[in-house]
């Protein structure tokens, strides 16, 4: 299994915490699957299986996750990062995302893509990690949703 694990102090409480980024097991799919409301239970628990879920932990208490699937059977797609409201804005999704784009490497992937929508403030995150917009399409009854690309 492989986890990256960081101590880090939160330096307004002077408190000291754990961070740590792992691959789901079958026993994450309850937690994942109260919040993640767009995938049927039968892929999520395939995407664990094959190991296309991170987690990432606080102390050994859940934060969010990242999902990833095959675009074209042949490029990473980051199909979904999400963290619990209150664990928001602490870098965690930054520390995972790099975590994901080194574990691609490893699997000798060249470029890594994603999608968000146009009314949605992660464009700009994904824009800051080194994403370039590559173009979208217009989802029937939704924003216009961009497509993202990084280069390892």
């Not at 960081?6 to 691959?23: P, T």
């Amino acid at each position: 299994m492989v986890s990256l694990e960081e101590r880090q102090v939160n330096k307004q409480e002077r408190k000291w915490f754990l961070m740590r980024i792992r691959f789901a097991e079958i026993e994450d799919l309850k937690i994942i699957s109260l919040y993640d409301k767009h995938i049927k239970m039968n892929e999520l628990k395939n995407l664990i299986g094959l190991g296309r879920v991170l987690i990432l932990e606080e102390n050994n208490d859940f934060c969010g996750w990242l999902r990833y699937n095959l675009f074209w059977d042949n490029t990473p797609f980051m199909n979904m990062l999400y963290f619990l409201e209150s664990k928001r804005g602490k870098g965690y999704g930054k520390k995972l995302v790099e975590f994901w784009e080194i574990e691609m490497r490893k699997l000798e992937y060249e470029v890594v893509m994603t999608s968000t929508a146009s009314n949605e403030y992660s464009q700009h995150f994904y824009l800051k990690l080194g994403y370039k917009t590559v173009g979208g399409f217009m989802p029937e009854g939704e924003p216009y949703e961009i497509i993202l690309l990084k280069h390892l």
